[in-house]
């Protein structure tokens, strides 16, 4: 094969993955829309979460090999979305939403003491929505149009936002991303 054969093949493929992916999703009630922005209501789900060093990128293959079976029944765990993302501090960490099949009783725990599951009792969250690839400029851009946007509408954020990433990186159109903070109240705007 030469290298232009070679391109097509691998264009067209990612083409094909990136509109064949299909994933469960964490649940959630939109409350209010306008343009990129909704506050939704999240339904309570199981999480695996980790942490690792700031400027280490290895939270990703940690979640992938338990969802892949490093875990105590060396069980396959189908992938969901979103990633949740989070920056704290000198650490960051990610989170994987697990199949709504799992509950604390029936999940495999990891046989890593550094992914931990957990159950998120989902709630009140606003959103801003953004297309393409992902990174810390996108993120911050994004963070302060949803900071402007409470404020707009009286709204208070309540502890720390997430980056929120739904596509895999072989997707190359369409890509969802979105920067969410928990929300104290919400009253339906007229």
């Known amino acids: ?3 232009k054969t070679i391109l097509a093949t691998f264009l067209v493929t990612s083409f094909m993955i990136s509109f064949s992916q299909s994933y469960e999703s964490h649940k959630y009630e939109t409350l209010f829309s306008e343009d990129n922005f909704e506050v939704r209501n999240y339904e309570p ?13 290895d939270n990703f293959g940690k979640l992938f090999r338990y969802i892949s079976g490093y875990n105590e ?15 704290e501090n000198e650490k ?66 309540l502890g720390d936002f997430l980056y929120l990433s739904y596509d895999s990186p072989y997707k190359f159109y369409n890509r969802r991303n979105e920067v969410v903070v928990a929300i104290k109240d919400f009253e339906k705007i007229n």
Do not use: C, W
Request: net charge positive; aromatic share 8%; charged share 25%.
């Open 92 to 157: 960051s960490m990610m989170e994987f939403v697990l199949p709504s099949k799992f509950s604390l009783e029936n999940v495999s725990q990891p046989l890593s003491n550094q992914v931990e599951i957990y159950k998120d009792k989902g709630g009140l969250y606003a959103s801003v929505r953004y297309s393409g690839y992902s990174n810390s400029s996108k993120r911050n851009k994004h963070r302060k149009v949803l900071i402007q946007k409470l404020k707009e509408l009286d709204i208070n954020p």
């Open 45 to 57: 789900v199981l999480k695996a979460k980790t942490y690792s060093e700031k400027g280490s990128n």
């Open 1 to 3: 094969m030469n290298s």
């Open 73 to 87: 029944k060396n069980q396959k765990i189908s992938m969901t979305t979103p990633v949740y993302m989070k920056q």
